[in-house]
């Protein structure tokens, strides 16, 4: 099976523009997650997409929304963008059901990211 | 407030030694934990999971890790390390909702460099 991919790989935006991002979840997993990565915060959870709903959110402004399609794959927007939105930003899928059930699986599988540079 | 703790930035192994990276957490009901590597300008990997059962889990490329609930930890551990270990090691939580929903909400720990010298 083909991993997660996430386009474009790298990104380089001026402050005050916006950015779609865009991943593809494995074949078959329905939840997608966004998280975003930065050396001063680690990994900070954004959002997390099930069945085309949003099913959690994290602690980001309202200039960082997401969606997800029917073929489960997602794009994240940044509007406005900030000098401190450089980041990279990983997106992963999982094999979630929406309950447990035997083809529930825990853990979440990484795309590459997408470096995003704000200039 | 749940938590992971990673207190290490660094940890140095000569190649051949055992390694331990260590991880501690902070959850409300069962926690469900993970260690993923980072790889320079890569995604992060799946190495392993606690979810149920045994205490000691083994994962990809002979990790293993040991669920201690009494000391909230679950420490990466490799008998034999090799210098392509060496990478950005991190433990994640998974905050349990119970019931039927779940939640794709993965709770980060800072990160451990794992630098193994020949």
């Known amino acids: 099976k083909a991993g997660v991919t996430q386009t474009p790989r790298y990104l380089i935006k001026t402050r005050g523009q916006q950015v779609t991002l865009s991943c593809s979840p494995i074949?078959?997993?329905?939840?997608v997650s966004w998280y975003q990565q930065t050396p001063g915060q680690g990994l900070q959870f954004l959002f997390e997409?099930?069945?085309?709903?949003?099913?959690n959110k994290g602690n980001f402004p309202g200039r960082f929304s997401g969606r997800q399609f029917s073929n489960s794959r997602s794009e994240m927007n940044v509007s406005t963008l900030e000098l401190g939105d450089s980041a990279l930003y990983l997106c992963?899928?999982?094999?979630?059901?929406?309950?447990?059930?035997?083809?529930?699986?825990?853990?979440?599988?990484f795309g590459p990211g997408t470096r995003l540079t704000v200039t | 407030a749940q938590s992971v703790a990673q207190p290490e930035d660094q940890v140095n192994v000569a190649e051949g030694n055992p390694l331990t990276v260590k991880c501690t957490y902070s959850?409300?009901?069962?926690?469900?934990l993970f260690w993923y590597v980072q790889y320079p300008n890569r995604g992060l990997q799946f190495l392993l999971k606690?979810?149920?059962?045994?205490?000691l889990v083994k994962g990809s490329y002979g990790f293993e890790a040991e669920f201690n609930k009494s000391q909230t930890s679950f420490h990466l551990k490799k008998p034999s390390a090799l210098v392509s270990d060496s990478a950005l090691y991190f433990c994640?939580?998974?905050?349990?909702?119970?019931?039927?929903?779940?939640?794709?909400?993965?709770?980060f720990g800072q990160g451990t460099t794992l630098q193994v010298k020949p």
């Open positions: 992963a899928s999982s094999l979630d059901r929406g309950r447990k059930t035997a083809q529930f699986s825990y853990e979440q599988y």
């Open positions: 074949s078959g997993h329905r939840s």
């Open positions: 997409y099930f069945s085309e709903t949003q099913r």
């Open positions: 959850v409300s009901g069962n926690p469900y």
């Open positions: 606690y979810i149920t059962g045994d205490n």
């Open positions: 994640a939580v998974r905050p349990y909702q119970g019931g039927s929903s779940n939640t794709g909400k993965l709770i």
